[in-house]
């Protein structure tokens, strides 16, 4: 009847991606994509066009995950 329920314990991030925004040439949306490393043809969520995009370099990437702990840093004030 008068069961108690305990509050949730706050979940930390487990990971992290890094997103980027590539403005449409036809609309100006910009287009999110998870670190694109390869070169490749992407379709407008807004307009519906193909455009190609400039992928993002797979060592930057990589570097910015291993500095951040994979996303720890972002919560965690004594990282270093």
Same mark, same amino acid.
């Given at each position: 009847?008068?069961?108690?329920?305990?509050?949730?314990?706050?979940?930390?991030?487990?990971?992290?991606?890094?997103?980027?925004?590539?403005?449409?040439?036809?609309?100006?949306?910009?287009v999110p994509l998870v670190s694109?490393?390869?070169?490749?043809? /992407? !379709?407008?969520?807004?307009?519906?066009?193909?455009?190609?995009?400039?992928? #993002? *370099?797979?060592?930057? /990437? !990589?570097?910015?995950?291993?500095?951040?702990?994979?996303?720890?840093?972002? #919560? *965690?004030?004594?990282?270093?």
């Amino acid at each position: 009847m008068g069961e108690k329920k305990r509050p949730l314990t706050p979940v930390k991030p487990s990971g992290m991606e890094i997103i980027c925004f590539y403005p449409c040439p036809f609309c100006s949306r910009e287009v999110p994509l998870v670190s694109p490393t390869q070169p490749a043809m /992407v !379709r407008c969520d807004s307009c519906g066009k193909d455009f190609p995009i400039v992928p #993002v *370099d797979e060592r930057g /990437v !990589r570097f910015m995950k291993i500095m951040t702990g994979n996303g720890r840093s972002a #919560v *965690d004030p004594d990282f270093l």
